[in-house]
T-cell receptor, first 113, second 116 residues
Framework: DVKVTQSSRYLVKRTGEKVFLECVQD?????MFWYRQDPGLGLRLIYF???????EKGDIPEGYSVSREKKERFSLILESASTNQTSMYLC????????????FGPGTRLTVT | AQKVTQAQTEISVVEKEDVTLDCVYE???????LFWYKQPPSGELVFLIR??????QNEISGRYSWNFQKSTSSFNFTITASQVVDSAVYFC?????????????FGQGTTLQVKP
């Protein structure tokens, strides 16, 4: 059974803290993605990675960075958390071949106070 | 530009009613994939179906059916005889084919509430 896991389901952090969200997949997928989900806005792509140490900005990369040191692990970093980063964060992975179906983790609901 | 629009923000039905979730997309690609995902209250998006642009056959899976029409750029999803367990947020998505990155473009989502 394919699996994408995220390190936390719920997280509460203070403004200005550095936050790490971890994602691990066991499907040997090349592609990995970080999205944030907000009501009425759907899923918006923050960053994605198509190989180890490779990354590309998505639609809303400001305030975020990522790290992919190993194929199975993709980390999202909030350098200095702000209240407008309170959101649901979803990680996904997909193979490099079509049809590019993405497999999602359970999500991390982050609250920044 | 590529875009997916789910105009229905929220739908509320009573159990056993049929319900259709609309999805309209825009793309210049001639080859693409369309997807539907379900997000139950637990939060994890669950894959429901994919359709490639060359296959306009409608598909039925149990109480679920999908109507893909290239002429109107729509990929609508119908649940027949809805059940309370169908309550979820449903997302339609389009693959960004030309970039060959596996990126998906998601619609805003439709929240379906099925009341007993």
């Amino acid at each position: 059974d394919v699996k994408v896991t995220q390190s936390s389901r719920y997280l509460v952090k203070r403004t200005g803290e550095k936050v790490f969200l971890e994602c691990v997949q066991d499907m040997d997928h090349e592609n990995m993605f970080w999205y944030r989900q907000d009501p009425g806005l759907g899923l918006r792509l923050i960053y994605f990675s198509y190989d180890v140490k490779m990354k590309e900005k998505g639609d809303i990369p400001e305030g975020y960075s990522v790290s992919r040191e190993k194929k199975e692990r993709f980390s999202l970093i909030l350098e200095s958390a702000s209240t407008n980063q309170t959101s649901m964060y979803l990680c996904a992975s997909s193979p490099i071949e079509e049809p590019y179906e993405q497999y999602f983790g359970p999500g991390t609901r982050l609250t920044v106070t | 530009a590529q875009k997916v629009t789910q105009a229905q923000t929220e739908i509320s039905v009573v159990e056993k009613e049929d319900v259709t979730l609309d999805c309209v997309y825009e793309t210049r690609d001639t080859t693409y994939y369309l997807f539907w995902y379900k997000q139950p209250p637990s939060g994890e998006l669950v894959f429901l179906i994919r359709r490639n642009s060359f296959d306009e056959q409608n598909e039925i899976s149990g109480r679920y059916s999908w109507n893909f029409q290239k002429s109107t750029s729509s990929f609508n999803f119908t649940i027949t005889a809805s059940q309370v367990v169908d309550s979820a947020v449903y997302f339609c998505a389009l693959s960004e084919w030309t970039s060959n990155t596996g990126k998906l473009i998601f619609g805003q989502g439709t929240t379906l509430q099925v009341k007993p």
